[in-house]
């Protein structure tokens, strides 16, 4: 059974930092891409950050040079470091991956809330 946890959330004052991790059992994280994704209130999930299963990573345009992915295959997890975070960087984080023969993996979100 594939599962993906995230963990990490919190408030934080903007121009702090956060690191979310995103930890996978029942599958082998490290030859799989991972993405973080976003959801604030009313809005649409939208695509955060991704590492390729080569450790290539791209980032969405609100979010580049503030936040970082990266991959631990010691512990089989994913994380995003997050820098200079803005308010409207406050939504609930979601990590996902796509498992061959299996399908697509989301984890339950962490929330993140940025304010002072």
């Known amino acids: 059974q594939v599962q993906l946890v995230e963990s990490g959330g919190g408030l934080v004052q903007p121009g702090g930092s956060l690191r979310l991790s995103c930890a996978a059992s029942g599958t082998i994280f490290s030859n799989k891409h991972v993405t973080w994704h976003r959801q604030a209130a009313g809005k649409q999930r939208e695509l955060v950050a991704l590492i390729t299963s080569s450790d290539n990573t791209n980032y969405a345009d609100s979010v580049k040079g503030r936040f970082a992915i990266s991959r631990d295959n010691a512990k089989s997890t994913v994380n995003l470091q997050m820098n200079s975070l803005k308010p409207e960087d406050t939504a609930v984080y979601y990590c996902?991956?796509?498992?061959?023969?299996?399908?697509?993996?989301w984890g339950q979100g962490t929330q993140v809330t940025v304010a002072s």
């Open positions: 996902n991956t796509f498992v061959p023969r299996l399908g697509s993996f």
